[in-house]
């Protein structure tokens, strides 16, 4: 690799990159073609991204100002530098957000949704409001006065607040002030007002506690109270103990707790707040510049509005897309049957997850099944897939579920879920010292006679209903006895960690999966250099490892042809005359999270696909135990193949990657519009009829 290669313009900086993603969320919200209802959630989606981003990168780029010199080098960028980018960057998006959110309010009211705030009910709305208040909301209400007397409230991450100036405007004194948390966890943020002929009007639940406020203060006397909204975002660091006498989920449990109290790292406000009492409010917490002080709008958490309300018709909706049967088992009676006979490809959730669930209700219930294996990052809040193994384990059989308790966000409730695996006798395994459990694996082990057979899943994405029907994701369901047999190696590997395991089929993480990869490309390499075909296909949610991309880089040097399809973070910069002009870019986002993980490489004319639960990011290549798999079957890689084709195809939802963020749509090249993500669905829609 060229010296010159390892100069920072030719990697885009992977928190730049991330912000570049989050854009191409908020132009969803801004395309007119996307049905109203859907656009406001896009706001809502664009806004819990922001947050988690807050939460997590920038909370773990503040921490790297302790370290001198040595977060320059890690960072490839002064740590102070690169925070006044983002700063500068996210106001940018900030103020983007809140002109497609009055842009929207506009859209709306022509649909005849009105959002109205506490100076425009009338005398009904506002009887109606005032009881409201008074029946739902005020019993959970709970104002703390502003005094120098007390210590000032730690604000909660995730909340947001009114912060009240309370005065008396016949006298001179100084002002009183205080603090109300919106009590959303208890109830909807929207409240839905009476209609009005074929008018629905909705209020954010903020508005009604302003409402209320001269009855929360009423013996007080004042005569003049103002609102305005604040939220803190809170650094959410695990900071997990070392002590070797406590159980590890007994420390989750601990940091869990000192999580809500992390130091502060982004604090928006709204910006007509008067400077009193935002001075305040940032003594009080403690704040400086530093701490990513943004003026905003007059509301915050705009992650609620993912949960908007379902009003107005099915028109302003997307049109449904229900599930589809895999025309491999419409019929079966017996899944395992089927899978004994080929491998099963499942494409989520364009085909039914049920297929999952109802393998685990199969397995549970069948005499010869004596042993169920599986990981857990991320389960859903009624979970069947929880249900299945407890099924399967008083039905006698040997259930293991290896369980990961860092899955970001998801903490509390899989030490919920495994406290309850456990206390049904089922085997808990928390993964390994040092690495994140993020593979997406099941094993199933029948007997047969004096033998054994075994069952895998190989997957992309998490075992959660909910997801399954928003994320693109895919399960491969094989008997194949050397993928088989490796899947087993992973789970013995989690029991027995210090011994050493080696793969032939499987990429594991963090055995062998960057040196797999590696080889492939360098395959590709030679192949080109000889004047052979040569190509990568490469569809990814993040692409920030430097010596992958390099690698990349190199491929592209010697005539290799590179596809890249990646939904969020794309450090590599494509179509660099004399380093990457070889290697397209696209991104897409859509009504379904883009999550799948697929890789084809030539090989000289043999095709080789892969799937993989793990980007290419340090973490997943060497900090986290991942699983990739070959897929040997060939009507499925023609399938991939077809499938891949569209989405390379797509001249609606693609965005170009560049080094400007730019993020302008693939130009269509043909008088079909291709959307891929309705053409993948149509695809597996016509498999059903041949």
Known sequence: MSKIVSHKEYFINRDISWLDFNHRVLQEAENKTVPIIERVRFLGIFSNNLDEFFRVRVANIKRMTLWGKGATGFLHEDPYVLLNLIQEKVIILQSRFDHVYEKILKELRKENIYMIDEKKLTKDQLAFTRSFFKHEVRQWLVPIMLTNKLPFPELKDRSIYLAVKLSKSKEKGKPTYALIEIPSDELSRFVELPKEGSKRILMLLDDVVRVGLEDIFSAFQFDKLEAYTLKVTRDAELDISEDISESFMNKVSKSLKNRKSGQAVRFIYDSEMPKDLLAVIIKGNKLSKGDHLIPGGRYHNFKDFIKFPDIGGQRLKYSPLPPLEHPDLRNAVSLLSVIRTKDILLHFPFQSFDYIIDLLREAAINPNITTIKMTLYRAAENSRIIKSLINAAKNGKNVTVVIELQARFDEENNIQWARILQDEGIRVIFGTHGLKVHSKLILIREKVGKN????????????????????????????????????????????????????????????????????????????????????????????????????LYDASCAGVNIKLIARGNCSLVPEIKGLSENIRATSIIDRFL?????????????????????????????????????????????????????????????????????NSYVEANSEKPIRSQIEVYNYYKKLLDV
């Open 452 to 551: 054994m057979r075994l069952y895998a899943h190989v997957g992309t994405g998490n075992f959660h209903e909910g997801t399954a029907k928003i994320y693109t994701d895919l399960s491969l369901l094989t008997c194949d006895k050397n993928i088989a047999n490796e899947v087993e190696k992973v789970f013995e590997f989690f029991k027995e960690n210090y011994k050493r395991t080696t793969y032939r089929k499987l990429f594991v993480s963090p055995t062998n999966t960057r040196r797999n990869f590696i080889k492939l490309i360098e395959t590709e390499i030679k192949n080109a250099k000889k004047g052979l075909e040569a190509y990568i296909i490469i569809k990814i949610n993040n692409i920030v490892d430097e010596e992958m991309i390099e690698k």
């Open 594 to 662: 883009e999550h799948t993980r697929i890789f084809v490489f030539c090989h000289g004319g043999q095709e080789k696909y892969y799937l993989s639960s793990a980007d290419w990011m340090v973490r997943n290549l060497d900090r986290r135990i991942e699983a990739t798999v070959p897929i040997l079957d060939k009507t499925i890689q023609s399938q991939l193949k077809d499938v891949l084709n569209i989405y390379l195809s797509d001249n609606v939802k693609a965005r170009v990657i560049d080094s400007k963020g730019s």
